[in-house]
């Protein structure tokens, strides 16, 4: 399968077909609203403003599984992240990223790439809290936080994943280079 294969939810509910975003370099973000890295929406909305006309979809996947950090409805978290934020990409439907529950999407973004380690000034405190939560963290391809990143580039490929340590800036002569 490749990512075209699969259909994601959007907010109302709605069948996307990844297929619609052929073409478009893709940053695809499980996100939480009350997390210490709920800041990155800003860097995200710097990176959609900069890029969004040359081809870049940034796809906000809500995600409650870490902490309880996503509250609220879909049109909560929407209505947070555009007053807060100001954000202008839109947010999917709420999802699940590991677990019997997560969405295929997600089983196909980890089986193309695993954990990439924990970076950063806060590299060390990650490692620790999702030590305590899975001894056996570095070893599994789970998400282990909100606000991981995988990037694809226009033919579907899943170039590379970041981890919640790194900042959306860092990321930005990657996706320029893709463009």
């Known amino acids: 399968m490749a990512i075209y294969d699969y259909t994601v939810k959007n ?12 073409g478009k370099v893709l ?3 499980n ?3 009350g997390c210490g890295f709920t800041p990155q929406y800003k860097g995200l909305e710097e990176l959609w403003q900069k890029y969004h006309e040359r081809g870049l979809e940034i796809l906000d996947f809500p995600c409650d599984q870490f902490g309880h950090q ?10 947070f992240c555009q007053m807060r934020y100001k954000t202008s990409f839109d947010n999917f439907k709420k999802i699940e990223v590991n677990g019997k529950n997560e969405i295929p999407l997600y089983t196909f973004l980890k089986s193309q790439k695993g954990f990439a380690g924990f970076t950063g000034i806060k590299g060390a405190l990650m490692s620790a809290v999702v030590g305590k939560i899975d001894p056996d963290y570095k070893n599994n391809a789970n998400i282990k936080w909100n606000f991981t ?7 579907g490929n899943v170039v590379e994943r970041f981890e919640s340590t790194v900042e959306p800036s ?6 320029g280079a893709l463009l």
């Open 11 to 22: 907010r109302a509910g709605d069948d996307v077909p990844m297929a619609n975003f052929k």
């Open 27 to 29: 940053l695809i973000v």
């Open 31 to 33: 996100t939480a609203t």
């Open 70 to 79: 996503a509250p609220g409805d879909d049109d909560e978290i929407h209505e």
């Open 149 to 155: 990143k995988f990037l694809v580039d226009r033919d």
């Open 170 to 175: 860092k990321i930005d002569e990657k996706i």
